[in-house]
């Protein structure tokens, strides 16, 4: 069977509300280490609070993944020479969905999700906000023509989730598929 090439994956969690959402990402990206070879993560410092306020648990620590403060430019992530293949930001609050629309690149995560645009590389983004105004619309329309995936936190009901992590589940499979990674997960029509 040809090797299939494993990717590098960066996950920015920012402070929009919706922890679950990158917790579960964590835990289930871990389990598809035949195909990922680095996780890097960079917290915002709305995004630690709110971390510990609705999931009642310690920041993950660095195991099997690198962890990077959201001031250092320093890091892989903020140069084009990375060797990242996507970026996923979730949640994506309003703040950084509009600091990455308009290029300003004053943290390491609106750094990073600029990079990945400008490589044209995979940038999802999984906003958190209800309801919209016209500037977060605009502004997603934005990183859309720029070749971002805007991927709402819009959980769906049609696999009868039992319990809030099926529930968050129906949002992180379909960002791990857009990743371009294999695993087992219920689909429409499946
Ligand atoms: C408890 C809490 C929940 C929040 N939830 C959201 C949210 O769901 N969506 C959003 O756009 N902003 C939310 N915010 C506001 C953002 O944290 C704030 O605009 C921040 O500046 C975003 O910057 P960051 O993404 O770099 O953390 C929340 C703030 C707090 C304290």
Redesign the pocket.
Known sequence: MPSIKKKNIAIAI?????AIYAQRLLKKIKGLDNQIDKIAIVF????K??WQ?ELHKPLPVAQDMQIFE?NDFYCPLASGSNDFDAMIIV???????G?IANGISD?L?SRAADVMLKERRKLIVV???TPYNLVHIRNMETITLAGGIICPATPSFYQNPQNINELADTVVDRIIDLVGLQQKSFRWGD
Do not use: F, L
Not at 14 to 18: D, L
Not at 44 to 47: D, I, Q, T
Not at 91 to 97: D, L
């Open positions: 920012s402070g929009a509300s919706g915002s410092e709305n995004a609070q709110i306020e959201n949640p994506a609050s309003m703040g950084i969905v600091r943290d995560i906003p958190r906000e």
